[in-house]
């Protein structure tokens, strides 16, 4: 799909304000967060664009939302444990928090993102995340 300008440089405004905003911890040094970083953001551009491609080629009522649900539910907290998370360490209502999160929270709002590129672009869907990471610290600041 060919991207609007108006999309493109919207993209490009966003991206210039999250540079702005982590601008000061680049210097820190956490290559394999940076990696990390960059490969999610490439692997999501890729599942959206997938989702949008498949949507259009297969049935409308093809999903995935089982898988996501799954995933979100089982697969993180397996690979959480396996890059040395230490359960133990979680007490009580911080427990119960992180339980809802990813039996929850999770698993609604990828699924959700997973139904997006059927009707939106593939880049506005991606847009709307980008316009999440920027504006999370504003909704922080005014609600402390």
Do not use: K
């Given at each position: 799909e060919r991207i609007p300008l108006p999309t493109g440089l919207a993209i490009v405004g966003g991206v210039g304000a999250i540079a702005i905003v982590f601008a000061w911890d680049v210097s820190s040094g956490n290559a394999t967060g940076y990696a990390c970083a960059v490969g999610a953001s490439v692997l999501l551009g890729a599942f959206f664009t997938l989702v949008r491609v498949a949507t259009q080629r297969?049935?409308?009522?093809?999903?995935?939302?089982?898988?996501?649900?799954?995933?979100?539910?089982?697969?993180?907290?397996?690979?959480?444990?396996?890059?040395?998370?230490?359960?133990?360490?979680?007490?009580?209502?911080?427990?119960?928090?992180?339980?809802?999160?990813s039996a929850v929270v999770l698993p609604i709002s990828f699924s959700l993102l997973?139904?997006?590129?059927?009707?939106?672009?593939?880049?506005?869907?991606?847009?709307?995340?980008?316009l999440e990471t920027v504006l999370g610290p504003v909704w922080v600041y005014l609600a402390l």
């Amino acid at each position: 799909e060919r991207i609007p300008l108006p999309t493109g440089l919207a993209i490009v405004g966003g991206v210039g304000a999250i540079a702005i905003v982590f601008a000061w911890d680049v210097s820190s040094g956490n290559a394999t967060g940076y990696a990390c970083a960059v490969g999610a953001s490439v692997l999501l551009g890729a599942f959206f664009t997938l989702v949008r491609v498949a949507t259009q080629r297969a049935s409308p009522s093809m999903t995935a939302l089982p898988c996501i649900a799954l995933g979100c539910t089982f697969l993180c907290p397996s690979f959480a444990l396996a890059m040395g998370a230490q359960p133990a360490d979680v007490h009580g209502l911080d427990m119960m928090w992180l339980c809802l999160q990813s039996a929850v929270v999770l698993p609604i709002s990828f699924s959700l993102l997973s139904i997006g590129p059927r009707y939106v672009p593939a880049p506005e869907v991606a847009l709307s995340m980008l316009l999440e990471t920027v504006l999370g610290p504003v909704w922080v600041y005014l609600a402390l």
